[in-house]
Structure formats: C-alpha cells, structure tokens
C-alpha cells in the first residue's frame, strides 16, 4: 500500500506570494494532519481535519489555513509568505481523530521563501 | 506553557553499546507518549507509543519507559548499530488532542 505522499517535494517561492502544498493520505485514512519542522527543530502542529472538519488548530496566523475532500486528501494554504515561512512542511494521517494512535507521516513538501 | 526537553546535544555512541535517549516534559500531563524515528530529508517514522498506565513497552531492540511522577520517558536501543544512527524525536499527547514534538536527539553509532 502507498504511504502519505506529499506534492510538490520541493518549491521556492518569493515573500508576499501565496502556496498550496497537497497531501494523500493512506487509504483508509480518515484523519490528515499538518506540520512545520524548521531546521533543528521537531514538528510543530498546524492543523488537524477529521472526517473534512477541523478537528484542531495550532498557534499559527490565519495566513495558514486547509481544507480535507472527499477523498481525505487535503490541501494546506500560505498566504502572504514570509521568509519565516521557509521550512519543511509535513502531512501526517492516521485511521481515527485521536492522536493516541500511529501518525504516519509523508516526506514532506520543502518550502524556500527568497 | 507546556515545555517538551529532549539531549540538545548528539548522542555519540560505539556499535553494540545500549543507546538511551531522555525526553523531559513540564506544565503537562500527557497520557500517553510516542517516539519517533527521522532521518535526513525524510519525514518522522512511528516507533513506539506507551500510555501513562504503561511503565514500559518492548519492540524488537526497543524499550520505552514513561515515569509520570518524573514526567519523563526513556527511550533505549539494545545492540546499537550504524543504521539506527538518526535523530529520535519523542511526542507526548493527550488532552490538548495534539501531539507536541521535542527538538529531538542526533543518535550516532560509530563502527
């Protein structure tokens, strides 16, 4: 079975510009999870959506926002990037909304902001 | 506010040693704590979750052991080998339904 897979890897982008990173969950997988890691830090939490409903949302501006389909994928949006926005940006997802379970997390989308 | 401490430096160790790896949580009360496994330009991989009715809990070379009074959870790789050289991140969660990450801790086990 595919695992979470990320779109794009990689983007760079310049400040002020918008972004959208795209996830898939695993199949099956009902709840998707979003994360920023900058560098020598752990993943910090930014959204989780169960079922296409927000289920929880992290200390982050409302710049950020996402949204789950249908099929569970989900999208993450940046607006009006700034150069602290620069990071690795990962998706996770897992069979239920509690996160006393298996977080299985893509690769993660590498966004340079110049 | 709640505060997740994890070895801020690398952990260097000989091929064969025991690995033992600290996370340090406070102003929290998880119930239940997960680590994980990342490498280099790849995403966090699931190891071990134990919850805080479990004192311990046993994978393959894996140990975990979570102390509630000490609000600590250790993290031990027996027979430590080149490969398990990785940063290990560990992630308490619970009641604020969110898992909160450490920095993490650089493993690297010398041949």
């Known amino acids: 079975d595919a695992g979470v897979t990320q779109s794009p890897t990689h983007l760079i982008k310049t400040r002020g510009q918008h972004v959208t990173l795209r996830c898939s969950p695993i199949?099956?997988?009902?709840?998707v999870s979003w994360y920023q890691q900058v560098l020598g830090q752990g993943p910090q939490f930014i959204f989780q959506y169960y079922e296409k409903e927000e289920r929880g949302r992290g200390n982050f501006p409302d710049r950020f926002s996402a949204r789950q389909f249908p099929n569970y994928s989900s999208e993450l949006n940046v607006n009006a990037l700034l150069l602290g926005d620069s990071a690795l940006y990962l998706c996770a997802s897992s069979s239920g909304p509690d996160f006393g379970q298996p977080q299985h997390f893509g690769d993660g989308t590498r966004l340079s902001i110049l | 506010s709640q505060k997740i401490e994890q070895n801020s430096e690398a952990l260097n160790i000989q091929e064969g040693k025991t690995a033992t790896l600290t996370c340090n949580y406070t102003?929290?009360?998880?119930?239940?704590l997960q680590w994980y496994r990342q490498d280099p330009g790849r995403g966090p991989v699931f190891l071990l979750l134990?919850?805080?009715?479990?004192k311990e809990k046993r994978k393959e070379r894996l140990k975990v052991t979570f102390d509630t009074t000490l609000k600590q959870s250790l993290f031990h790789i027996t027979a430590s080998q080149p490969a398990d050289s990785a940063t290990y991140l560990c992630?308490?969660?619970?009641?604020?339904?969110?898992?909160?990450f450490g920095t993490g801790t650089l493993l690297a086990v010398q041949p």
């Open positions: 134990i919850r805080e009715n479990e």
């Open positions: 992630a308490p969660g619970g009641a604020t339904n969110k898992l909160i």
């Open positions: 102003n929290y009360s998880p119930a239940y």
């Open positions: 199949s099956g997988h009902k709840s």
